[in-house]
Nanobody, 122 residues
Framework: QVQLVESGGGLVQAGGSLRLSCAASIRTFTNYAMGWFRQAPGKEREFVAGITRSGGSSDYADSVKGRFTISRDNAEQVVYLQMNNLKPEDTAVYYC???????????????WGQGTQVTVSS
């Protein structure tokens, strides 16, 4: 049974940092591109960052470029999202996503985590 379990969310002041983790239990983890999406109240789920199966390439939404970094540890089956210089508009529930072979910026995935709340106060 596949599971994605996020952790690391919380409340932080503007300008602060958080690191989200996504622990994956996927039999063939390296077959899956991984990513992070977020959803704020009343808004659609949106792409934040994605990383290829090998971890050799990553992509970011324009709104987080230069502030967020995605990485993965294939040996431990963990995906991270380091978030720096957080802004109030980053407040959302953040979801880890896994998609076989390739992940795009559309909110489509084979597996989703349960989400972790990130709240940035001004």
């Amino acid at each position: 049974q596949v599971q994605l379990v996020e952790s690391g969310g919380g409340l932080v002041q503007a300008g602060g940092s958080l690191r989200l983790s996504c622990a994956a239990s996927i039999r063939t983890f390296t077959n899956y591109a991984m990513g992070w999406f977020r959803q704020a109240p009343g808004k659609e789920r949106e792409f934040v960052a994605g990383i290829t199966r090998s971890g050799g390439s990553s992509d970011y939404a324009d709104s987080v470029k230069g502030r967020f970094t995605i990485s993965r540890d294939n040996a431990e089956q963990v995906v991270y999202l380091q978030m720096n210089n957080l802004k109030p508009e980053d407040t959302a529930v953040y979801y880890c996503a896994a998609r076989f072979f390739i992940l795009t910026d559309t909110p489509r995935a084979d597996y989703w985590g349960q989400g972790t709340q990130v709240t940035v106060s001004s």
